[in-house]
Nanobody, 131 residues
Framework: QVKLVESGGGSVQAGGSLRLACAPAADSPGNFISGSYFMAWFRQLPGKEREGVAFISTSNRGHYTRYADAVKDRFTISRDNAKNIVFLYLDNLKPEDTATYYC?????????????????WGQGTQVTVSS
Protein backbone atom coordinates (compact mmCIF):
# COMPACT_ATOMS: atom_id res chain seq x y z
CA GLN A 1 0.00 0.00 0.00
CA VAL A 2 1.47 3.27 -1.11
CA LYS A 3 1.48 6.02 1.50
CA LEU A 4 2.38 9.59 0.82
CA VAL A 5 3.84 12.01 3.32
CA GLU A 6 3.48 15.78 3.13
CA SER A 7 5.74 18.28 4.83
CA GLY A 8 6.34 22.01 4.86
CA GLY A 9 3.11 23.38 6.26
CA GLY A 10 3.10 26.11 8.86
CA SER A 11 1.80 29.52 9.88
CA VAL A 12 2.63 32.64 7.89
CA GLN A 13 1.32 36.14 7.50
CA ALA A 14 -0.58 37.23 4.43
CA GLY A 15 1.79 37.80 1.53
CA GLY A 16 4.20 35.17 2.79
CA SER A 17 5.36 31.96 1.14
CA LEU A 18 5.63 28.27 1.93
CA ARG A 19 6.93 25.22 0.14
CA LEU A 20 5.09 21.94 0.58
CA ALA A 21 6.70 18.63 -0.32
CA CYS A 22 5.21 15.20 -0.95
CA ALA A 23 7.16 11.94 -1.00
CA PRO A 24 6.36 8.27 -0.58
CA ALA A 25 6.55 7.04 3.00
CA ALA A 26 9.65 5.05 3.93
CA ASP A 27 7.60 1.86 4.18
CA SER A 28 5.88 2.28 0.82
CA PRO A 29 6.61 -0.27 -1.89
CA GLY A 30 9.98 0.42 -3.43
CA ASN A 31 8.59 0.44 -6.93
CA PHE A 32 6.45 3.55 -6.38
CA ILE A 33 7.95 6.05 -8.72
CA SER A 34 6.08 9.31 -8.49
CA GLY A 35 7.12 10.21 -12.06
CA SER A 36 4.82 7.45 -13.30
CA TYR A 37 1.81 8.84 -11.46
CA PHE A 38 -0.39 11.83 -11.96
CA MET A 39 0.11 13.92 -8.84
CA ALA A 40 -2.06 16.59 -7.31
CA TRP A 41 -2.52 18.79 -4.28
CA PHE A 42 -5.90 19.26 -2.67
CA ARG A 43 -6.97 21.31 0.31
CA GLN A 44 -9.82 21.02 2.74
CA LEU A 45 -11.45 23.05 5.47
CA PRO A 46 -13.39 21.36 8.27
CA GLY A 47 -16.88 20.48 7.10
CA LYS A 48 -16.07 21.32 3.48
CA GLU A 49 -15.29 19.16 0.49
CA ARG A 50 -11.76 18.59 -0.61
CA GLU A 51 -10.89 20.92 -3.49
CA GLY A 52 -8.22 20.53 -6.12
CA VAL A 53 -5.45 23.10 -5.97
CA ALA A 54 -2.81 21.97 -8.47
CA PHE A 55 -1.98 19.02 -10.69
CA ILE A 56 1.03 17.77 -12.61
CA SER A 57 1.00 15.03 -15.19
CA THR A 58 3.38 12.15 -15.65
CA SER A 59 6.85 12.40 -17.13
CA ASN A 60 5.82 10.80 -20.42
CA ARG A 61 3.03 13.34 -20.82
CA GLY A 62 5.32 16.31 -20.51
CA HIS A 63 4.60 17.37 -16.92
CA TYR A 64 1.71 19.60 -17.92
CA THR A 65 0.07 21.41 -15.02
CA ARG A 66 -3.37 22.60 -13.99
CA TYR A 67 -4.38 25.04 -11.25
CA ALA A 68 -7.53 26.12 -9.53
CA ASP A 69 -8.50 29.66 -10.51
CA ALA A 70 -8.14 30.81 -6.90
CA VAL A 71 -4.43 29.97 -6.83
CA LYS A 72 -3.36 30.57 -10.42
CA ASP A 73 -0.27 32.80 -10.63
CA ARG A 74 0.41 32.33 -6.91
CA PHE A 75 1.00 28.57 -6.55
CA THR A 76 3.41 26.43 -8.54
CA ILE A 77 3.54 22.65 -8.67
CA SER A 78 6.69 20.85 -9.74
CA ARG A 79 8.28 17.43 -9.41
CA ASP A 80 11.80 16.14 -8.90
CA ASN A 81 11.62 12.65 -10.33
CA ALA A 82 15.20 11.86 -9.36
CA LYS A 83 14.28 12.39 -5.71
CA ASN A 84 10.72 11.10 -6.05
CA ILE A 85 9.29 14.34 -4.61
CA VAL A 86 6.49 16.63 -5.69
CA PHE A 87 6.49 20.24 -4.52
CA LEU A 88 3.87 22.92 -4.17
CA TYR A 89 5.19 26.45 -3.89
CA LEU A 90 2.70 28.81 -2.27
CA ASP A 91 3.43 32.49 -2.82
CA ASN A 92 1.52 35.64 -1.93
CA LEU A 93 -0.56 33.66 0.53
CA LYS A 94 -3.97 34.93 1.60
CA PRO A 95 -6.02 34.12 4.72
CA GLU A 96 -8.47 32.21 2.51
CA ASP A 97 -5.65 29.78 1.64
CA THR A 98 -5.80 28.49 5.22
CA ALA A 99 -6.59 24.76 5.05
CA THR A 100 -5.18 21.29 5.39
CA TYR A 101 -3.27 20.46 2.21
CA TYR A 102 -3.16 16.91 0.90
CA CYS A 103 -0.97 15.24 -1.68
CA UNK A 104 -2.58 12.65 -3.95
CA UNK A 105 -1.49 10.23 -6.67
CA UNK A 106 -3.22 8.19 -9.33
CA UNK A 107 -2.28 6.08 -12.35
CA UNK A 108 -5.32 6.63 -14.51
CA UNK A 109 -6.77 9.68 -16.21
CA UNK A 110 -9.81 11.73 -15.28
CA UNK A 111 -10.76 15.22 -14.21
CA UNK A 112 -7.66 16.53 -12.50
CA UNK A 113 -9.56 18.00 -9.58
CA UNK A 114 -11.86 15.02 -8.92
CA UNK A 115 -10.66 13.66 -5.59
CA UNK A 116 -12.48 10.34 -6.13
CA UNK A 117 -10.12 9.46 -9.00
CA UNK A 118 -7.02 9.45 -6.78
CA UNK A 119 -5.95 6.21 -5.13
CA UNK A 120 -3.19 7.31 -2.79
CA TRP A 121 -3.23 10.12 -0.26
CA GLY A 122 -1.08 11.68 2.39
CA GLN A 123 -2.18 12.54 5.90
CA GLY A 124 -2.23 16.27 5.22
CA THR A 125 -0.24 19.28 6.36
CA GLN A 126 -1.76 22.41 7.87
CA VAL A 127 -1.29 25.82 6.28
CA THR A 128 -2.46 28.81 8.30
CA VAL A 129 -2.33 32.34 6.91
CA SER A 130 -3.02 35.27 9.22
CA SER A 131 -4.04 38.73 8.08
Amino acid sequence: QVKLVESGGGSVQAGGSLRLACAPAADSPGNFISGSYFMAWFRQLPGKEREGVAFISTSNRGHYTRYADAVKDRFTISRDNAKNIVFLYLDNLKPEDTATYYCAAREGIGAWNDASTYHYWGQGTQVTVSS
